[in-house]
Protein backbone atom coordinates (compact mmCIF):
# COMPACT_ATOMS: atom_id res chain seq x y z
CA UNK A 1 0.00 0.00 0.00
CA UNK A 2 1.00 3.34 -1.19
CA UNK A 3 2.24 5.87 2.25
CA UNK A 4 1.34 9.34 2.33
CA UNK A 5 5.05 10.22 0.73
CA UNK A 6 4.18 8.69 -2.01
CA UNK A 7 4.50 10.82 -5.23
CA UNK A 8 1.34 13.71 -5.71
CA UNK A 9 -0.32 13.12 -8.95
CA UNK A 10 1.20 15.70 -10.77
CA UNK A 11 5.37 14.31 -9.40
CA UNK A 12 3.88 10.91 -10.40
CA UNK A 13 2.49 12.38 -14.07
CA UNK A 14 6.03 13.76 -14.64
CA UNK A 15 8.16 11.16 -13.39
CA UNK A 16 5.83 8.66 -15.37
CA UNK A 17 6.17 10.69 -18.66
CA UNK A 18 10.04 10.53 -18.44
CA UNK A 19 10.43 6.79 -17.65
CA UNK A 20 7.44 5.37 -20.20
CA UNK A 21 9.64 8.22 -22.36
CA UNK A 22 12.95 7.38 -22.26
CA UNK A 23 11.65 3.24 -22.49
CA UNK A 24 10.19 3.63 -25.57
CA UNK A 25 12.94 5.42 -27.16
CA UNK A 26 15.44 2.92 -26.36
CA UNK A 27 13.33 0.18 -28.19
CA UNK A 28 12.62 2.98 -31.17
CA UNK A 29 16.69 3.02 -31.09
CA UNK A 30 16.84 -0.91 -30.42
CA UNK A 31 14.51 -2.20 -33.37
CA UNK A 32 15.50 0.81 -35.65
CA UNK A 33 19.16 -0.05 -35.56
CA UNK A 34 19.06 -3.69 -35.19
CA UNK A 35 17.29 -3.83 -38.56
CA UNK A 36 19.83 -1.14 -40.35
CA UNK A 37 22.72 -3.17 -39.53
CA UNK A 38 22.19 -6.11 -37.15
CA UNK A 39 23.48 -4.72 -33.65
CA UNK A 40 21.82 -3.48 -30.82
CA UNK A 41 22.33 0.08 -29.82
CA UNK A 42 23.48 -1.68 -26.63
CA UNK A 43 26.71 -2.68 -28.48
CA UNK A 44 27.06 0.17 -30.51
CA UNK A 45 27.41 2.28 -27.72
CA UNK A 46 30.24 -0.18 -26.14
CA UNK A 47 32.00 0.15 -29.84
CA UNK A 48 31.52 3.93 -29.38
CA UNK A 49 32.81 4.02 -25.89
CA UNK A 50 35.79 2.39 -27.10
CA UNK A 51 36.37 4.56 -30.28
CA UNK A 52 36.88 8.02 -27.81
CA UNK A 53 38.96 6.33 -25.63
CA UNK A 54 42.85 6.70 -25.47
CA UNK A 55 44.52 4.17 -27.37
CA UNK A 56 40.51 2.21 -28.28
CA UNK A 57 40.55 0.17 -25.36
CA UNK A 58 39.00 0.48 -21.76
CA UNK A 59 39.10 -2.01 -19.06
CA UNK A 60 36.18 -3.98 -19.18
CA UNK A 61 35.28 -2.58 -15.47
CA UNK A 62 35.03 0.80 -16.65
CA UNK A 63 32.67 -0.12 -19.55
CA UNK A 64 30.79 -2.04 -17.29
CA UNK A 65 30.16 1.36 -15.45
CA UNK A 66 29.95 3.92 -17.85
CA UNK A 67 27.25 1.87 -19.58
CA UNK A 68 25.29 1.51 -16.00
CA UNK A 69 25.30 -2.06 -16.76
CA UNK A 70 26.29 -5.47 -15.09
CA UNK A 71 29.77 -7.48 -15.58
CA UNK A 72 28.29 -10.70 -16.55
CA UNK A 73 26.18 -8.60 -19.11
CA UNK A 74 29.36 -6.58 -20.68
CA UNK A 75 31.16 -9.65 -20.70
CA UNK A 76 28.18 -11.13 -22.96
CA UNK A 77 28.55 -8.18 -25.10
CA UNK A 78 32.02 -8.13 -25.52
CA UNK A 79 31.81 -12.03 -26.30
CA UNK A 80 29.45 -11.33 -29.03
CA UNK A 81 31.85 -8.50 -30.50
CA UNK A 82 34.85 -10.30 -30.28
CA UNK A 83 33.60 -13.05 -32.07
CA UNK A 84 32.00 -10.84 -34.67
CA UNK A 85 35.87 -9.79 -35.11
CA UNK A 86 35.29 -6.02 -33.89
CA UNK A 87 36.47 -6.35 -30.14
CA UNK A 88 39.41 -8.69 -28.75
CA UNK A 89 40.41 -8.72 -24.96
CA UNK A 90 44.12 -8.45 -23.56
CA UNK A 91 44.88 -8.98 -19.84
CA UNK A 92 46.07 -5.94 -17.79
CA UNK A 93 49.57 -6.01 -17.70
CA UNK A 94 49.35 -4.65 -13.84
CA UNK A 95 46.36 -6.77 -12.84
CA UNK A 96 46.12 -10.00 -14.17
CA UNK A 97 42.96 -10.47 -13.16
CA UNK A 98 41.83 -7.40 -15.30
CA UNK A 99 40.88 -7.30 -19.05
CA UNK A 100 40.47 -4.66 -21.36
CA UNK A 101 38.30 -4.97 -24.63
CA UNK A 102 40.21 -3.08 -27.69
CA UNK A 103 38.73 -2.60 -30.52
CA UNK A 104 40.23 -4.05 -33.71
CA UNK A 105 40.72 -2.38 -37.13
CA UNK A 106 37.44 -4.09 -38.67
CA UNK A 107 35.88 -1.69 -36.30
CA UNK A 108 35.47 1.62 -38.01
CA UNK A 109 33.34 0.02 -41.02
CA UNK A 110 30.84 -0.83 -38.65
CA UNK A 111 30.69 2.28 -36.68
CA UNK A 112 30.10 3.92 -39.50
CA UNK A 113 27.19 1.89 -41.02
CA UNK A 114 25.59 2.21 -37.79
CA UNK A 115 26.15 5.94 -36.96
CA UNK A 116 23.93 7.28 -39.82
CA UNK A 117 20.56 5.20 -38.81
CA UNK A 118 21.31 5.69 -35.63
CA UNK A 119 21.66 9.45 -35.83
CA UNK A 120 18.73 9.50 -37.98
CA UNK A 121 16.38 6.99 -35.21
CA UNK A 122 17.70 9.76 -32.58
CA UNK A 123 16.79 12.67 -34.75
CA UNK A 124 13.21 11.62 -36.10
CA UNK A 125 12.22 9.96 -32.72
CA UNK A 126 13.79 12.62 -29.78
CA UNK A 127 15.14 15.69 -31.62
CA UNK A 128 12.75 17.04 -34.32
CA UNK A 129 9.74 16.07 -31.79
CA UNK A 130 11.20 18.95 -29.62
CA UNK A 131 12.70 21.40 -31.90
CA UNK A 132 15.40 23.78 -31.02
CA UNK A 133 14.25 25.28 -27.87
CA UNK A 134 12.74 22.01 -26.79
CA UNK A 135 16.35 19.92 -27.46
CA UNK A 136 18.11 22.69 -25.69
CA UNK A 137 15.92 22.40 -22.91
CA UNK A 138 16.33 19.22 -22.32
CA UNK A 139 19.52 19.19 -22.55
CA UNK A 140 19.62 21.62 -19.95
CA UNK A 141 17.71 19.52 -17.65
CA UNK A 142 19.46 16.71 -18.37
CA UNK A 143 22.81 18.66 -17.32
CA UNK A 144 21.35 19.83 -13.79
CA UNK A 145 20.32 16.96 -12.90
CA UNK A 146 23.35 14.56 -13.64
CA UNK A 147 25.14 17.60 -11.90
CA UNK A 148 22.52 16.88 -9.16
CA UNK A 149 23.38 13.00 -9.18
CA UNK A 150 27.19 13.99 -9.71
CA UNK A 151 27.53 12.96 -12.53
CA UNK A 152 28.80 16.10 -14.27
CA UNK A 153 32.03 13.85 -15.41
CA UNK A 154 29.86 10.91 -16.76
CA UNK A 155 30.28 9.87 -20.52
CA UNK A 156 26.77 10.78 -21.38
CA UNK A 157 27.20 14.17 -20.29
CA UNK A 158 30.61 14.87 -22.23
CA UNK A 159 29.83 16.06 -25.93
CA UNK A 160 30.14 13.91 -28.39
CA UNK A 161 32.57 13.66 -31.51
CA UNK A 162 30.99 12.90 -35.23
CA UNK A 163 30.87 9.86 -36.44
Same mark, same amino acid.
Given at each position: ??????????????? /???????? /??????????????????????????????????? /????????????????????? /?????GL?????CADDHRGWFAVLTPAVQSSLGNASGPYAASIRHHLLEPLGIAGTQELRALGERILEHLGAEGDAVSKPDKEH
Open positions: MLTESWLDPEEFATF /RAFTSTIC /RLFVLFDQELQAAVGIPRTYFEILWLLSEAPERSL /RMSEITDRTASTPSRITHAIG /RLESDVTRMH
